[in-house]
């Protein structure tokens, strides 16, 4: 399963690199010791929260935001500025920034990526109101996803070689940390290609290492985490399957990957020395384009764009993964990334330019009990990509 850090160097050079365009500006898994930042997967309703979701359009990025009742329905409570722009990678069949985790939310703050402005802006969250704190250079081209876990926050940067860039929050203000910038080694363009740019950042549980997956180059990084924040100049590179996207975690040392060309989920156990180590077989669900992931309760959703459906998975009593239902429910409109609240999943369904609202029963099956409607379609590459709840 181990891979050297020279022979994926090799591997990464040789993906395809990607000109840019000419005037383009330049969730978490269960079980024991699992942390969740957001308190989800509670299936006792009762409380009410807001779901927001990034419009990521081109001429001003927006976060719109809908208040989410005690029954999981949604109403409209608002649009914010980002005070910077969407953005995009080349070929997206349906989701612009090719990732999971754009728009994050960590303790009263929202972490929204600007793609076309090379930004993040953090948002102070009161109820459904937002409050614009800061607008900060990313550290690098096209930011398409953001993780935070206790004070320490690092940014996914797509554009180019790729780049990781980590920062501390402080009184909810991000300030860059001194040597935690790095290379992912990729050769792409800016804006990237869609099947070459990287997917996804996460923190372990343990705040130990940071965990990159890169789709196309089948390896993710994990980068050791120092005292201060900053980074290991080499990562560890593992063996993640075949197209790793989305991830999260289901203990504090296995991880739930996806293989958007597998259309499977796969489990991982991370190592004490940051290694990814297999755990048992890939697990198939016959849909297309098997991408994102999120953790409602005791089960596993993975939303399949192409097919437009969410598969539902779980860890059985004896580690294994297993397939509940290949279809759990179809949604219609290109399923992209989801998020959860107070034990509803809100699926982002980037084609129709809407997003429902599932509630989940005890045995994983989902009822729709809300969609909204207005929100960006995917159109002529680019589209809302990016949601998070309270």
Not at 140 to 167: I, K
């Amino acid at each position: 399963m181990k891979r050297s850090v020279a022979l994926a160097a090799a591997l990464l050079a040789g993906l395809t690199s990607v000109g840019s365009i000419p005037g383009t500006a330049s969730a978490d898994g269960g079980g024991p010791g699992y942390h969740d930042d957001r308190g989800g997967g509670d299936y006792q309703h009762g409380d009410e929260g807001a779901v927001f979701v990034q419009t990521n359009k081109a001429e001003g990025n927006t976060i719109k935001v809908y208040d989410r009742d005690e029954d999981g329905r949604l109403t409209k409570a608002g649009e914010y500025e980002t005070g910077g722009l969407g953005g995009f990678t080349i070929g997206a069949p349906v989701d612009a920034l090719a990732s999971q985790g754009s728009l994050t939310y960590h303790r009263g703050l929202l972490f929204a990526v600007n793609a076309g402005s090379n930004t993040v802006t953090v948002f102070e969250v009161d109820g459904t109101k937002l409050h614009k704190l800061q607008v900060i250079w990313s550290g690098g081209l096209l930011p398409v996803s953001v993780a935070a876990r206790g004070d320490l926050v690092y940014v996914l940067n797509a554009g180019g070689e790729g780049s990781v860039q980590g920062f501390q929050l402080h009184k909810g203000r991000l300030s860059r940390i001194d040597d935690a910038n790095r290379s992912l080694g990729l050769h792409n363009g800016n804006p990237p290609a869609f099947g070459t740019a990287p997917a996804q950042i996460k923190i372990d549980p343990d705040s130990e290492f940071v965990l990159v997956s890169t789709k196309a180059a089948n390896v993710m990084f994990s980068y050791e985490i120092g005292r201060h924040g900053e980074l290991a100049r080499n990562p560890v590179i593992s063996d993640a399957g075949d197209g790793p996207f989305g991830f999260t975690f289901d203990t504090d040392d296995t991880l739930l990957v996806t293989e958007s060309n597998a259309n499977a989920v796969s489990r991982f156990e991370l190592d004490d020395d940051g290694v990814l180590d297999q755990i048992g077989p890939s697990v198939p669900n016959g849909q297309q384009a098997t991408c994102w992931i999120q953790r409602v309760g005791d089960f596993f959703y993975a939303a399949n764009a192409g097919s437009s459906t969410i598969s539902s998975y779980r860890v059985n009593d004896d580690g294994k993964l297993e397939l509940v239902k290949s279809v759990a429910v179809d949604t219609g409109g290109g399923s992209i990334d989801m998020t959860t609240s107070d034990g509803f999943l809100y699926v982002q369904n980037a084609a129709a330019g809407n997003v429902q609202g599932y509630e989940v029963d005890k045995d994983g099956s989902l009822t729709l009990v809300t969609t909204v409607e207005g929100l960006p379609k995917f159109v002529d590459g680019i589209g809302m990509e990016g949601i998070a709840a309270s």
